[in-house]
């Protein structure tokens, strides 16, 4: 009877010694030393979980019509100014000097789109910051009324027709200078270094006549916004081999002050649905031939705008 209460004692033991054991590891988990289990694979529901976490998405629903809008716009003696665009807010400069900060005007006719003279007043601020002081603006925003008596005067070597130039979008501007000439002016160096900082790019150089056209032009630049003038500075683009270089990739990224872009181009035969970010942290924008440009960024506190 002894020997048995002693085996039924000693089985009780061990029952409990195994059970502590067993209790420790599930209690520990993961933290017990040797080798580690790898980790199970994702089910398509966690990855989903996992990717919404991102930025939230919205659709939008594109069409034909949005080819001819927007900052990217191409135009030249085969690519008119589209028929529908219309340019808003425009002012002449003469009438509204106290917007103007730092800089003259050649005559009482010049005007611009009250947005240009914004990004025109920041650029300036900024050469003035490094001592340029002596900008005039000469041109900015013509109708085609002003155009065809520009054209008439002047001719085709020197002037677009009606319809077919830059001045008639409201996004270009022939920019001088009090100290001489453009091309060899502190005025003129500093715009052909610094205006792509602020979304400006000369958009006739001497070295590319062969692709835009029109003889070299150092007074004449053209807003197409940022990350695309840092683009375009870096590569040595014009905007015709800009807006070529975008169909050729489809899609490509540029860091820009910090911020991150992706810029991708889609062509427009009806219609087309993308998504964009719902914070607005995007912009739309035609090249006025077959698609359009859709830039978005790692922000959500900025540029809450679509071009156009």
């Known amino acids: ?3 048995m209460i002693v085996v039924m004692m000693l089985l009780l033991v061990c029952g409990l ?3 502590g054991k067993q209790y420790a590891a599930k209690e520990n988990g993961g933290n017990e030393k040797g ?5 199970q694979p994702q089910s398509q529901t966690q990855t ?10 919205k659709v939008l629903t594109l069409d034909k019509g949005d080819i001819y809008t927007g900052e990217l716009l191409l135009v030249n003696t085969t690519h008119p100014v589209p028929k529908k665009l219309k340019v808003s807010h425009v002012i002449n400069l003469f009438d509204h000097q106290d917007l103007m900060k730092g800089f003259g005007i050649m005559d009482k006719s010049v005007e611009l789109p009250e947005e240009m003279l914004t990004r025109f007043n920041a650029l300036v601020a900024a050469a003035k910051a490094d001592g340029v002081t002596h900008f005039l603006i000469n041109s900015g925003y013509r109708d085609n009324k002003k155009q065809a008596e520009l054209y008439e005067q002047l001719g085709s070597e020197q002037a677009n027709p009606p319809g077919y130039s830059e001045h008639n979008l409201g996004l270009s501007m022939d920019i001088g200078s009090t100290l001489g000439a ?5 005025e003129g160096e ?7 900082k602020y979304g400006f790019v000369m958009r006739y150089p001497e070295d590319k006549t062969n692709i835009t056209g029109i003889m070299y032009e150092p007074w004449h630049f053209r807003y197409v916004g940022l990350p695309h003038s840092a683009v375009m500075h870096k590569y040595g683009f014009v905007l015709e081999e800009y807006l070529a270089y975008l169909k050729e990739q489809s899609s490509i990224h540029a860091e820009v002050d910090g911020l991150m872009y992706t810029i991708s181009y889609y062509p427009i035969k009806s219609k087309l649905e993308l998504t964009v970010p719902s914070n607005g942290s995007y912009t739309i924008a035609g ?6 440009i859709v830039t978005t960024w790692e922000d959500d506190s900025s540029r809450k ?3 156009g």
């Not at 989903?48 to 998405?57: D, I, L, T, V, W």
């Not at 453009?182 to 502190?186: A, E, R, W």
């Not at 090249?287 to 359009?292: E, R, T």
């Open 35 to 39: 080798p580690k289990q790898a980790d």
């Open 48 to 57: 989903q979980s996992r990717n919404q976490s991102g930025p939230k998405q």
């Open 182 to 186: 453009m091309k060899s002016s502190p």
């Open 305 to 307: 705008e679509v071009a």
């Open 1 to 3: 009877m002894k020997k």
């Open 17 to 19: 010694i195994i059970f």
């Open 287 to 292: 090249d006025n031939m077959d698609g359009v």
């Open 190 to 196: 500093w715009l052909k270094e610094n205006a792509w």
